[in-house]
């Protein structure tokens, strides 16, 4: 009303400035401590429009939106935007990440690709930056596979397609891109499968995305000499897989 006390409040409200069905709600001056939302508040009370105000309120972010009323006091609106805004944030940093991810098999490519252009470079030599164009090429890959993936995946157009799968064969597989690496680095890698731990039902395609995701991660982060290992266990229905190094 036009002394800011608060008429009426649907559940949905209730359940959003966590005020259970029986609590009196306090004035709407006093509701709102955010020095933007006060404003906001004396604005409404004063019979202006409040339109798209986004206000911090405990950890969370509400979208505020009001009417006056002909009679004095209004009508406030409010839209949670917590998980929006924490979404959008992750999204950034994803393609930040991704962006800084494709700049460096870029700029290596680029730059083999101009020294095998010297004629005098031996056929050994350009062999092996062609083999090394040819990895980066394939890290390029991976990365847009990864966006599509993720394009499907929000579109609900993915869907997976389990199937038996053997454990020991499917970490083996996924590890085998990353063996040359971990060689160069003298990382050693091993698994520790239980017994009644080596079968899963999943889509393999997932499974093995899982797996490099992790294992690029912990060859990433472990000094030379360290040790990446494979360990699962069954406890009732579940399996439990765990990926481990001595990084950082």
Do not use: C
Not at 98 to 108: F, G, I, M, W
Not at 228 to 247: C, K, N, P, Q
């Amino acid at each position: 009303d036009g002394r800011g006390r608060i008429i009426t409040a649907n559940p949905a409200a209730r359940r959003l400035l966590r005020y259970n069905g029986d609590t009196v709600l306090p004035p709407i001056t006093v509701l709102f401590h955010d020095p933007d939302a006060r404003r906001a508040v004396d604005r409404l009370l004063q019979g202006n429009e409040v339109n798209d105000i986004e206000l911090p309120v405990e950890e969370r972010i509400l979208l505020f939106n009001a009417r006056p009323l002909p009679d004095g006091g209004g009508v406030i609106v409010l839209h949670d935007l917590t998980d929006v805004r924490r979404l959008e944030a992750m999204r950034r940093d994803f393609v930040a990440n991704v962006s800084h991810e494709l700049k460096t098999p870029l700029t290596s490519i680029a730059g083999y690709a101009e020294t095998i252009a010297d004629p005098a470079l031996d056929i050994e030599t350009r062999q092996r930056f062609l083999q090394t164009i040819s990895a980066n090429t394939r890290r390029m890959q991976r990365l847009i596979d990864d966006l599509l993936d993720l394009s499907r995946i929000e579109s609900g157009g993915w869907q997976p397609r389990r199937e038996p799968l053997d454990l020991t064969a499917i970490v083996s597989e996924s590890w085998q891109p990353f063996a040359p690496r971990a060689a160069e680095q003298d990382v050693e890698f091993g698994t520790e499968l239980a017994a009644d731990a080596q079968s899963l039902h999943a889509d393999p395609a997932a499974v093995r995305q899982v797996f490099s995701n992790l294992f690029d991660n912990a060859l990433r982060y472990t000094a030379r000499g360290g040790r990446i290992a494979v360990s699962s266990t069954r406890h009732g229905g579940e399996l439990h897989i765990d990926v481990r190094d001595d990084g950082v």
